[in-house]
């Protein structure tokens, strides 16, 4: 009897780990699907968000020229979703007909990105064009035919997603505008940095799936079902997040981190700790589907034998960097820059007595993504040019964060508890989490 009673027992548990790993599920579309969604996206982006960037900052023509393998920052900003690399030479060119024409949208090689652009060639130029460079005596014509009194392109000293013109491109982009529609050049960073940066709603509903993926996949890696007290290593979970990502159909953008704090031992330099009970665990870890990517913080928690909870002192670092995440979210007001809104949610952390740091980022078509930092985890004073870009309205940002506390069930020891969590600042300026933060340690029975 005790035999069939243990035998049904591990039945249903097996049964339950099965079913629990089911409910894992990629929620996205098929590919053919997202493709065709991503295109109205890059439709809505190019008819809506450039003319009105371009107009701001008095941008009459802007030529992006890029090559195969070398191609520029914003370049995924600008294609289809089934264009994953330039072919041979591409300039794209922008020119800003006023508001009844809109903005003339070019193609001076590669294609029409689904007819978003006009495919602009010249047959007549010979066999030039196995090499792209009769896409320079296309861009000479073009030019020479609009004349347009501002010619933007993608140089700078401050910004990685407004410098992606080449110097062999530049050279060659000189070359072929002469110098006096040279003279006209402007350097306009905050084009392709706003132009990346911003989102647009539709995007929202996929964004909030991926991050419930997010949650859940880090749910199930800080549980039984993934990790044995005494057995299971940093690595062995890392690797699981990763395996998980790639089987649900995702992609990652870093590798993914794992980490313990442990009562009365420094482990600064184990990189591969076996876990063990009283461990506080600790994950880095983002996907990536429809050229938009996460960045997701989490802590977690192994129950000693006997323990029914998570300890007091441990909840409250919890809790403490929550009120940090509050103090910055109070502080993130549109128009200011990501040093004044680091000097303001510093000197209210202070007021509030949290030891913390604050080194959030924008997010969205990339990782680390276009548009105002709030520091960096060793700049706590601001951070020159990067930090002075205002924050924008409909952009979404990685709330990266840690505050340390000392806690007094492990005899004083500090615990660091590091969060990050994506939340987006709305079209009326208001800011929200995309899905929710943790409140909670994940816990490991």
């Known amino acids: 009897m005790n035999f069939r009673r243990s035998l049904l027992i591990v039945v249903v548990m097996a049964l339950a780990s099965r079913a629990g790993t089911q409910e894992l599920k990629n929620p996205l579309p098929?590919?053919?699907?997202?493709?065709?969604?991503?295109?109205?996206?890059?439709?809505?982006?190019?008819?809506?968000?450039?003319?009105?960037?371009?107009?701001?900052?008095?941008?009459?023509?802007?030529?992006?020229?890029?090559?195969?393998?070398?191609?520029?920052?914003?370049?995924?900003s600008l294609v289809s979703a089934t264009t994953f690399f330039v072919r041979r030479?591409?300039?794209?060119?922008?020119?800003?007909?006023?508001?009844?024409?809109?903005?003339?949208?070019?193609?001076?090689?590669?294609?029409?990105?689904?007819?978003?652009?006009?495919?602009?060639r010249d047959t007549t130029l010979g066999n030039a064009e196995l090499w792209g460079t009769d896409q320079w005596k296309l861009l000479t014509k073009v030019v020479k035919e609009r004349n347009p009194k501002s010619i933007s392109v993608n140089i700078s000293h401050t910004h990685a997603f407004s410098d992606g013109l080449s110097t062999g491109e530049w050279e060659q982009l000189q070359e072929a505008m002469g110098v006096e529609f040279t003279k006209r050049v402007v350097r306009v960073e905050r084009l392709p940095l706003d132009f990346i940066a911003i989102r647009i709603p539709e995007m929202m509903p996929y964004?909030?799936?991926?991050?419930?993926?997010?949650?859940?996949?880090?749910?199930?890696?800080?549980?039984?079902?993934?990790?044995?007290?005494?057995?299971?290593?940093?690595?062995?979970?890392?690797?699981?997040?990763?395996?998980?990502?790639?089987?649900?159909?995702?992609?990652?953008?870093?590798?993914?981190?794992?980490?313990?704090?442990?009562?009365?031992?420094?482990?600064t330099g184990v990189a591969d700790p076996i876990i063990e009970r009283g461990d506080v665990l600790h994950c880095d870890f983002g996907i990536v589907a429809m050229r938009l990517h996460t960045d997701t913080q989490h802590m977690g928690y192994v129950l000693r034998e006997g323990d029914r909870d998570v300890p007091e002192g441990l909840k409250m670092a919890l809790a403490n960097s929550n009120r940090l995440q509050n103090i910055l979210l109070d502080n993130m007001k549109v128009?200011?820059?990501?040093?004044?809104?680091?000097?303001?949610?510093?000197?209210?952390?202070?007021?509030?007595?949290?030891?913390?740091?604050?080194?959030?980022?924008?997010?969205?078509?990339?990782?680390?993504?276009?548009?105002?930092?709030?520091?960096?985890?060793?700049?706590?004073?601001?951070?020159?040019?990067?930090?002075?870009?205002?924050?924008?309205?409909?952009?979404w940002h990685s709330i990266e964060l840690q505050a340390t506390t000392a806690v007094s069930e492990w005899n004083g020891q500090s615990v660091r508890s590091a969060q990050e969590e994506e939340a987006y600042i709305s079209a009326d300026g208001s800011v929200a989490w995309v899905l929710s933060r943790q409140t909670a340690f994940h816990l490991v029975h």
């Open 207 to 267: 964004y909030r799936q991926m991050m419930e993926t997010v949650h859940a996949i880090i749910s199930e890696a800080f549980s039984n079902k993934v990790i044995v007290p005494g057995k299971t290593t940093t690595q062995d979970v890392v690797w699981w997040m990763r395996q998980k990502t790639q089987d649900l159909g995702f992609g990652t953008w870093f590798q993914t981190s794992v980490d313990v704090q442990r009562i009365g031992v420094d482990m």
């Open 30 to 76: 098929s590919l053919r699907e997202q493709a065709r969604i991503q295109q109205e996206w890059l439709k809505i982006r190019l008819d809506t968000i450039l003319p009105k960037l371009m107009r701001e900052n008095g941008v009459e023509m802007w030529v992006v020229p890029m090559r195969e393998y070398n191609e520029d920052p914003v370049f995924s």
């Open 89 to 120: 030479r591409t300039i794209y060119v922008f020119f800003d007909r006023g508001p009844e024409k809109g903005v003339e949208r070019l193609a001076l090689g590669g294609s029409s990105q689904g007819g978003l652009f006009t495919a602009y």
């Open 335 to 395: 128009g200011l820059t990501g040093n004044e809104i680091l000097v303001r949610a510093l000197a209210e952390m202070k007021k509030q007595g949290i030891n913390g740091t604050v080194y959030t980022h924008p997010i969205g078509e990339h990782g680390h993504g276009a548009g105002p930092l709030i520091g960096l985890w060793d700049r706590q004073k601001g951070v020159s040019g990067r930090g002075d870009v205002p924050l924008l309205q409909n952009t």
